[in-house]
């Protein structure tokens, strides 16, 4: 089993920054991608950016040039760095990560959400 917790989220004017952290922890043998998504009020849940093993970066459009995602393997842990926020990346942000076991067999895993708010 795969624990995954998040931490980094909070209020922040237009223009400011926030870095997020996100931590798997447990019985792990590998982790593949892992990504952070985004589910703001009344919107469905939408892909922010996510990064495979081996660094390559995946990010929406609206994000792109403002948002930074890293990984560090040793730690089975993802960043989200979030410069230049806008009130509309308000909403709660969700870890995943996609763990493989030793058979080879996929899961994926999702923390609890931490809340973005982006206002004056």
């Known amino acids: 089993q795969v624990q995954v917790v998040e931490s980094g989220g909070g209020l922040v004017q237009p223009g400011g920054s926030l870095r997020l952290s996100c931590a798997a922890s447990?019985?792990?043998?590998?982790?593949?991608?892992m990504g952070w998504y985004r589910q703001a009020p009344g919107k469905e849940r939408e892909l922010v950016a996510d990064i495979t093993i081996s660094g390559s970066a995946n990010y929406a459009d609206s994000v792109k040039g403002r948002f930074t995602i890293s990984r560090d393997n040793a730690k089975n842990t993802v960043y989200l760095q979030m410069n230049s926020l806008k009130p509309d990346d308000t909403a709660v942000y969700y870890c995943h990560v996609n763990h493989v076991n030793s058979w080879g067999t996929r899961r994926d895993y999702w923390g609890q959400g931490t809340q973005v708010t982006v206002s004056s």
């Open positions: 447990g019985i792990i043998f590998s982790l593949n991608d």
